[in-house]
Every structure is written in C-alpha cells, then in structure tokens.
C-alpha cells in the first residue's frame, strides 16, 4: 500500500526547520583559556618590582607590560625584550626563535606605583620577557594564546550550515518535484544537521578540556595553536618530581649587597629545573631568616634554565636559613629548604629590629607600630592539633593593597628552643615546621579571642576582602587599595611550643611585616606531644 505525501507537507518541514534555525542561537563551547593577565614579582637589583602582563587579545598586536614600584625603589630606566622561544613543525616566515622580535623601555619614577610600556608580538607561543635594569636581566617565560575552534564548535556551525543548505535544497525539491517524497530526503538530512549542532551545543559544557599548554605541558607553537591535536605519546599522568634546591655565589659580608645565587635541580635527573609556573604572583618566594629573627620575602630574577639570583644586603654576620616555594608544571606547589643556609662574614652595618609581638599562653592580643602604622595582632587560644586564627588589624581603614596575588601572607616557622633570641636564624633551619599561609582579608572572627567579644569588625567597611577572579578576569593589582583592615588566618600548628610567625600585608606601596612569638599549648588528648 502506499501512501501520498501531501504537496505542502516538505514546505512545511522546511519552514519549521527555518524557524529552529532563526530561534536558537548556536552555544558557543567553552575553549580553553585565552589566559588572563599574569603578574610576576621581581627583586631586580635594588628595586622590589611586580611586571603585570596584561591579557594579549590579538596577534598579531601589543603587549602591554605595567612594572609596579614599592617605597625605596629608586628612579631609572628598565629595557624590555620579548623573544619567541617556542618551536613548531612547521615552516614560518617569521623570525626564528631565540632572537628578539621587539624592544622598549619603562622609565619608572622615585614616586611608587605603576608605570607602563607596550611591546609588539607577532605569533601566539610561548615567549620570554627580558627585563633590565643595567646591571641584572630577568627572564619571564610566558605564554601568547590564540582563540582555538573547538571541536564541538566545529560540530555545532558544520550542523546549523549542513542544515541551512538542505533546508534551501529541501524547499527547491517540494516546489519542483514531481515526487514530493524526494524532499523528505533533504529535509531529514537538515533534521539530523540540526541535531548533531544543538546534541554538541548541549554537551560542549560537559566536556573535559584538552591537556593545557603552560599549565599541564611544555608549551611550544604546536600545541598554543592547536591544542586538541593528537600527541605521541600520549600523557595521562602530568606530575613532576620533586626540586632540589642549591645556593652559590660568592663570600657573602655583612652590611654589603651580595648576589646569591639559587640552582634548581630536577630530583629524579639532576637536570636543571625549568618549568616553574606563576604560583602567588611569583616563580620562586624565597624566604630568609635572619639570626635576630629578622624575615626577607623576596623573588629572585630568572638568569636561564633553573638559575635564579637575587640581590641581598644582610645587617649581621651569622647563620640565616633559607627555604623557596615553587610550582612545577604539572608537580604542584613545593617548600623546599637550601640545607646548609647561607653563612655572613662579619662586616660593617646593622638595622633595628622590630620586637615580636608575644601571643599565647594567655595573651590573645598585642599592639606594635611597624612603619608608622599601628598594628593589633589577635589569636584565638593556640593549642596544638587545633585550628588556631590568628591575624592581624593593620591601620583602621580599607586601604590595603592585594600583594603577591593575596591581601595578607603568613610565614610560620618552629617549635624552636625558648633561648633562640639571637641564633634564629640557626634555629629555624633545623625547625620541624615551615609553612607559608594566605589571607584573603574579611573580618576577623573574633570568637575564642578572649577581651575581643565585644568589637564587630564587620561594621563601618572594616571587612574588606578580596574576592577570586572567575570567567577568566584578572585579580586586582596592586594599585587598588580597598581591603583590610583585618588580615586573618587559620593554620593547624602540629606540634607544641614556641613559633616565630611573620605576618605581611602591603599599605600605600609599602610591604609591613609584624613579628610575633606564638606559644602552642599542648593538646589535652596529648596531640602534639
């Protein structure tokens, strides 16, 4: 039996279709990062710089390179030079890598703040950034993304254009055809493009994203470009091993400028390290006791493959302890402790040291003045093996600046021996814990913190924290100043006795660190013990 298929019904079919069509927008899927902006810290010399890469959207096109001061860094010019690094399969036109493609300058002022200058890129890839001041050069590897088609994009305008052509095809045959059966065929092929685009539409938010160049892999031009191309062989596990960390130089004499070297080596080969990703607005933290227990967060510049160096003017011969915190690729964030330290020669020169605020054993708070600020530090009853909030009220407005990414960082070193006054240095290179926490600022809770029940720091703008970028927008850099007063941390101290804590918050372009001398009580469950 058959049947007659009305004149009008593929008409009817395409029009529908047409309306689908015109009705659904096509869901764009999630690609990956075209990357935000990227800021590095760097002690250069004499100066404490943060270099801000700012997001590329072109390529090619600028690069917009904003260098942040502190209070002290003197007046100068710094050069820039950008230099491809990546290689690709394929042949180019382009200069090769390894020779710089583009120059400028900065001139920076003795007033802190930012200061800025553009670059040219002419290639997505990765890149190096040089960065002197005429005596050092540092070298920020970063990475130029490009705007990729993902595969379900492709399915998704392949399907909606297949179906847009059958749909004419569909109408033609109706209108033409003696056999109006023959449209149903162009019709049910656009049906089907209609279902693969809005199926891959659906399901493009769902889908796991590519392996990601810089982050994950060793980004070269192939992969920046196209990072859904099929690799041999493929990775399933992207971890790295451990570092090994190494300091050289030469004599270092108290009261000079001193370049200490830092050597990176990879613990599984001996190789140098040279796949460290940003981590807190940094390659390396690296942090520096002294022997009156005096604290150095600085960032040592980038010199070539797992060679950093960083310029040290150290008051008092002695024994200072040295530990870096470092990402690699693929390896997550590391503490990694110099095992000898770093031994001054006496020499000339010596700087005040501020005392430590004490904490514990009944205190729950304690006020000092660093910089010209006043400062209240608070902690609820520290006791081991239990959470313990402890923080800082840094001046008495909102008007802390994010630095290294955070608006507060913790540096926690013990237990040490209660008679290490003037050998800390040598104490805390044999203590069993070393950590480094982040605050991102909101109000201080002051549950637990005996005496402090009464104040609400939540009121008269007193809680201003910094929230994380999403959807790919940057963090605020350091030329907002709206956070704080109130800097606090929550840190679990494993064992009991006396730590050096030093908390550090940034305030009109000045980093303040506050010394305090916490007592862990031991847990009555006999933790820490």
């Known amino acids: 039996m058959t049947f007659a298929v009305p004149r009008r019904l593929p008409i009817v079919v395409g029009l529908s279709a047409l309306f689908v069509l015109v009705g659904i927008t096509p869901a764009v899927a999630d690609s990956p990062s075209s990357g935000g902006d990227v800021a590095v810290a760097q002690t250069l010399g004499p100066r404490e710089l943060t270099i801000v890469l700012r997001r590329v959207t072109a390529v090619p096109g600028p690069l917009h390179v904003d260098v942040v001061t502190h209070a002290g860094s003197p007046a100068g010019r710094l ?268 020499g000339g020169g010596s700087h005040p040291v501020d005392r430590p605020v004490p904490l514990g054993g009944g205190t729950a708070s304690g006020s000092t003045v660093i910089g010209g600020t006043p400062v209240t530090v608070m902690t609820t009853a520290p006791v081991a093996g239990q959470p313990t909030t402890v923080g800082a009220t840094v001046g008495h407005t909102a008007d802390l600046q994010p630095w290294l990414s955070m608006v507060g960082h913790l540096i926690v070193a013990g237990p040490l021996p209660a008679d290490s006054g003037a050998v800390v240095g040598e104490a805390v290179q044999n203590a069993p814990v070393w950590a480094h926490a982040h605050s991102m600022g909101g109000a201080m809770p002051m549950t637990g913190m005996p005496g402090m029940s009464g104040m609400d720091h939540s009121a008269s703008g007193m809680s201003g924290m910094l929230v994380p970028p999403v959807n790919g927008d940057s963090a605020p850099d350091e030329t907002v100043a709206a956070y704080g007063p109130d800097v606090p941390f929550t840190f679990t101290f494993p064992v009991a006795g006396q730590y050096r804590l030093w908390i550090q918050a940034e305030r009109d372009y000045t980093v303040l660190t506050v010394p305090v001398v916490l007592d862990v009580a031991a847990s009555d469950q006999g933790m820490g013990r």
Not at 129 to 142: C, E, H, K, S, Y
Not at 170 to 183: I, L, M, P, Y
């Open 79 to 346: 050069t820039l030079a950008l230099t491809p690094t990546g290689t690709a399969t394929g042949s180019s036109a382009l200069p090769a890598p390894g020779v710089p493609t583009g120059r400028g300058g900065v001139h920076i002022g003795a007033t802190p703040g930012m200061y800025s200058a553009t670059v040219a890129v002419d290639r997505p890839g990765p890149w190096e950034l040089a960065v002197g001041d005429g005596t050092q050069v540092t070298r920020i590897p970063f990475v130029v993304p490009v705007q990729v088609t993902t595969p379900p994009e492709r399915l998704v305008y392949g399907g909606f254009l297949a179906a847009g052509v059958l749909l004419v095809g569909s109408v033609v045959v109706a209108v033409r055809a003696r056999r109006n059966r023959w449209a149903l065929l162009p019709a049910g092929g656009m049906l089907v493009g209609l279902s693969v685009a809005v199926t891959a539409a659906v399901l493009s938010a769902s889908l796991p994203l590519p392996p990601q160049p810089g982050n994950q892999l060793d980004p070269t031009i192939d992969n920046v470009t196209n990072p859904y191309a099929r690799t041999t062989p493929m990775i399933a596990d992207f971890s790295r091993p451990p570092a090994m960390l190494a300091l050289d130089g030469g004599p270092v004499t108290a009261g000079r400028p001193a370049d200490v070297g830092v050597r990176l080596s990879d613990a599984a080969t001996g190789a140098p390290v040279d796949d460290l990703l940003v981590n807190g607005g940094a390659l390396i933290h690296l942090l520096v006791v002294g022997p009156a227990g005096e604290l150095w967060h600085v960032h040592p510049v980038r010199l070539g493959p797992g060679h950093y160096q960083v310029r040290l003017t150290l008051p008092a011969p002695g024994h200072y302890a040295v530990s870096a915190e470092l990402e690699r690729r693929g390896g997550g964030v590391q503490l990694v402790r110099a095992a000898t330290g770093l031994e001054v020669l006496p």
